[in-house]
């Protein structure tokens, strides 16, 4: 079992910037891959970004060179620094962990965290 826990969503105006944090807790050590999630209202849940344990990093096009994706192994936390915000970008952001143990794969998710950009 993994637990993730989402942190730093907020009201910031276009143009600002925010960082969410996802901690992790339980069986750390299975997790492959962190991603970052959005659903917007009345939308599916859109990937924003990956990252692996490597640290190699892919972000969807609509947030490449505006979001990065990172992690800190010693804290089992993962970041999204979000810079040059849209109104667009406004949606619920959700953490997933990705494990693998004995070949059997599954997700964990957070609770999400709000964020909301204003024009």
């Known amino acids: 079992q993994v637990q993730l826990v989402e942190s730093g969503g907020g009201l910031v105006q276009a143009g600002g910037s925010l960082r969410l944090s996802c901690a992790a807790s339980?069986?750390?050590?299975?997790?492959?891959?962190m991603r970052w999630y959005r659903q917007a209202p009345g939308k599916q849940r859109d990937w924003v970004a990956s990252?692996?344990?490597?640290?190699?990093?892919h972000y969807a096009d609509s947030v490449e060179g505006r979001f990065t994706i990172s992690r800190d192994n010693a804290k089992n936390t993962v970041y999204l620094q979000m810079n040059t915000l849209k109104p667009e970008d406004t949606a619920v952001y959700y953490c997933?962990?990705?494990?693998?143990?004995?070949?059997?794969?599954?997700?964990?998710w957070g609770q999400g965290t709000q964020v909301t950009v204003s024009s």
């Open positions: 997933n962990a990705l494990t693998t143990i004995m070949g059997v794969s599954r997700d964990y």
């Open positions: 339980g069986s750390t050590l299975a997790i492959n891959i």
């Open positions: 990252i692996t344990n490597g640290g190699s990093a």
